[in-house]
């Protein structure tokens, strides 16, 4: 079982900055590939970055290519959304999930929603033009 809470969203006008912060609670959290996911109001929740469980390889929706980078500190058991020049567009509450990944090469990952196995509550990330 693998607890998530993500911190770091707010308001921010257009052009900003934030950064996501997903802890995890367990010991194994280099079993896990990880994702960011976000849902608009009134729209169904999408996929935004994912990160391998060894880090070396991400993977970008292509509205925020360019913008935002996902990392992660394993011995810190965080991953983090770091997003750049910010649109109203991205607007959110932005959900960070847990993929276990034990039996996977350490560069794999998914961008299905289906694929994760636990998700935190989410965390508002507000955008004013």
């Known amino acids: 079982q693998v607890q998530l809470v993500e911190s770091g969203g707010g308001l921010v006008q257009a052009g900003g900055s934030l950064r996501l912060s997903c802890a995890a609670s367990?010991?194994?959290?280099?079993?896990?590939?990880m994702g960011w996911f976000r849902q608009a109001p009134g729209k169904e929740r999408e996929f935004v970055a994912a990160i391998s469980r060894s880090g070396i390889r991400t993977y970008y929706t292509d509205s925020v290519k360019g913008r935002f980078t996902i990392s992660r500190e394993n011995y810190k058991n965080t991953v983090y959304l770091q997003m750049n020049s910010l649109k109203p567009e991205d607007t959110a509450v932005y959900y960070c999930?847990?993929?276990?990944?034990?039996?996977?090469?350490?560069?794999?990952?998914?961008?299905?929603?289906?694929?994760?196995?636990?998700w935190g509550q989410g965390t508002q990330v507000t955008v004013s033009s």
């Open positions: 367990g010991r194994t959290f280099n079993s896990y590939a």
């Open positions: 999930a847990a993929d276990l990944v034990l039996n996977k090469p350490s560069y794999y990952i998914e961008y299905g929603e289906g694929s994760y196995d636990y």
